[in-house]
C-alpha cells in the first residue's frame, strides 16, 4: 500500500474507531473478513489493512476480557452454592444470589478486569499508540497461525493497490 494513506489521519482515527466502537468494528470483520465472495475497491484516503488489524486485536482483546469475567461469575456461582428452597419462591433466591454476588470478591476481580481493559484500550493502546507521533501502521503483526486470515489480509492488501486477483 502507498505509505502516504498509511499515515493518514482518516486511517488513524478508524483504528482507534476499532477500539472504541463495537458496532464499527464487527461490521469490518463482517463485511471484510467474513465475507468470502466479495472484491473491494480502492478505499481512496484509507488504508483497510491497519484498520482491520486493528478490529482483530481489539475483538481479541474483548473476546480475552468476556471469557475472564464470564469464568469469574461461574467461579462465584459454584463457590457459594444456589439454595434449593426459600420461603418466598423463586425470586427471592434470584434477589439473594444477585445481593450475595454483589459483595463478593469474584464481583469485585470482575469489575477490576472491566477496568484494566478499559485503561489499556483508551490509554496504552490508543493514547500511546495511534497518536500522530507514535502511530506506526505496521507495528500490528497478525497471527501467522491462521493461514486464511493471512491470506485475505493480503488479498485486500493487493485490491487496495490495485492488484486484484480473479479467481474463476
Not at 20 to 48: H, T, W
Not at 51 to 65: E, F, G, P, S, T
Amino acid at each position: 500500500m502507498n505509505k502516504n494513506l498509511k499515515d493518514t489521519a482518516t486511517t488513524r482515527y478508524l483504528c482507534a474507531a476499532a477500539h472504541l466502537d463495537p458496532l464499527f468494528r464487527s461490521q469490518v470483520l463482517e463485511k471484510i473478513i467474513d465475507e468470502d465472495n466479495k472484491a473491494f475497491g480502492i478505499s481512496y484516503g484509507v488504508d483497510l489493512v491497519p484498520i482491520v488489524k486493528h478490529c482483530l486485536m481489539a475483538q481479541r482483546r474483548k473476546d480475552i476480557r468476556d471469557a475472564i469475567v464470564a469464568s469469574l461469575f461461574i467461579i462465584d456461582l459454584f463457590s457459594k452454592g444456589i439454595p434449593s428452597t426459600s420461603v418466598n419462591g423463586e425470586w427471592d433466591i434470584l434477589i439473594q444470589a444477585v445481593f450475595q454476588s454483589f459483595f463478593s470478591p469474584f464481583f469485585w476481580a470482575a469489575y477490576a478486569v472491566l477496568l484494566i481493559e478499559s485503561w489499556v484500550t483508551r490509554y496504552h493502546v490508543i493514547a500511546k499508540s495511534l497518536i500522530r507521533g507514535n502511530y506506526n501502521p505496521d507495528a500490528f503483526v497478525s497471527s501467522s497461525q491462521n493461514r486464511k486470515l493471512g491470506r485475505k489480509l493480503q488479498e485486500l492488501e493487493e485490491e487496495q493497490n490495485g492488484n486484484a486477483p480473479i479467481q474463476i
